[in-house]
């Protein structure tokens, strides 16, 4: 089961995973911002084998912002390495 369950489970589903701190978006923007986090497929979709089956552990919930930054370059940058730059 993939939903958050609420209190401290729930901010884990809400935390951006390259960033590692939790961010509220309905803090930040109101209503529209509740429940909001992006899914970045590590293995990307163009790479999946015939059958198209994502697992849970081939995914991560990150912020817009990273999205955004991870495919900026071809191939995208990976995870640790979009880390280091925001260090």
């Given at each position: 089961d993939?939903?958050?369950t609420g209190g401290e489970d729930e901010k884990v589903w809400k935390k951006?995973?390259?960033w590692q701190i939790y961010f509220s978006f309905k803090e930040k923007y109101g209503k529209i911002g509740e429940d909001y986090l992006e899914v970045h497929h590590i293995i990307p979709v163009s790479n999946l084998q015939d059958d198209g089956v994502t697992k849970l552990e081939?995914?991560?919930?990150?912020?817009?912002?990273?999205h955004r930054m991870i495919h900026r370059k071809?191939?995208?940058?990976d995870i640790e390495s979009l880390r280091?730059?925001?260090k």
């Open positions: 993939t939903q958050a951006c995973e390259i081939d995914i991560i919930l990150i912020c817009a912002n990273c071809r191939p995208c940058l280091k730059l925001l």
